[in-house]
């Protein structure tokens, strides 16, 4: 259950939220004197929160808890049901293959890289890819596209479309009936308008913005990708209490992973790059630290190998570590002329 149930004043809902305690379950494990420091409120209301807490946990009943028992599964259904899922294509055919197909659906991708690398390329073309219709081998689901920085371009994903559509069409073999019925529903502006955009300018709106996502999923149907560009920008600029910040990234992540299996839709966190000082020398790293690495169920890292681009596939459950090339075009993101390779495994 969300905050928002608690019979409090807007205000300290507000000062929960911006915190990190998002639901009565992080609530429950906090002390009173912890929970007054966090929101900088005295020591009573702290305890009248947790008191209302307790109250409203207990209303929930035995029922709750019986139902959470009935939404499980066997190992069997669900490998049954990860195969008949469809991934979201990078649009390089070796980026693809290091992630088994594509982008997963039901998981939270990371995707991380210096400036200028094509971060934000790659999560416009995966806002157009999920589009593809069924029938012609994609998802033929909407895009939520959440931007922290203002990088998202309306002319580039334009042009990325007008290319995954001519790209498509050329691919397919169609009677002429199809080919007429397919042309009127694959039009850029088909596709745009399927791209769902919101602009986030703190931390605030984007905590906010994450919490409703759920209401707007129910409403919004056929959502198939989450892409938030990036997911770092507000939290490196306006934290200083790094604690603080890492329990409110830790439930933003909880938050979206359960998205993405409710909805079974992708998750795609785009990251930016810090400098980590190892051993006397400096190496560059994925920002928010070592703790967030274990928010997402994939990490990609984008980097230049001279002057081609490779994806490293860093981190999966499923799959071994490897590297491929791809290029940024005019076209959107392409499989580069060399073949990915597999790196060797200790």
Known sequence: MEVSVLPISSNRKEKLISAGYTTLASLTTVSPSQLARDLKIPLQEALDILKFTLKSCGAEGLEGKHAALKGSQTAWEMLSDEQILRHISTGSEDFDSILGGGIHCKEVTEVGGVPGIGKTQ???????????????????????????????MPERAFQIAEACIEDT???????????EDCQERMHPNSFLANIIYFRICSYTEQIAVIN???????????????????ITFHFRQDFEDMALRTRVLGGMSLKLMKLAKKFCLAVVLLNQVTTKCTEGTFQLTLALGDTWSHACTNRIILYWNGNDRHAYLDKSPALPSASAPFLVTCKGIRTALSHYKRIKMM
């Open 212 to 230: 409703f996502l759920d209401k707007f999923l129910e409403e919004q149907k056929n959502v198939k990708i989450v892409i938030i560009d990036s």
């Open 169 to 179: 069409l050329a691919n397919c073999v169609f009677h002429r009936k199809d080919f």
């Open 122 to 152: 790659l999560g416009i073309q995966l806002a157009v890819n999920v589009q593809i219709p069924v029938a012609y081998g994609g998802l033929g689901g909407k895009a939520i596209y959440i931007d922290t920085e203002g990088s998202f």
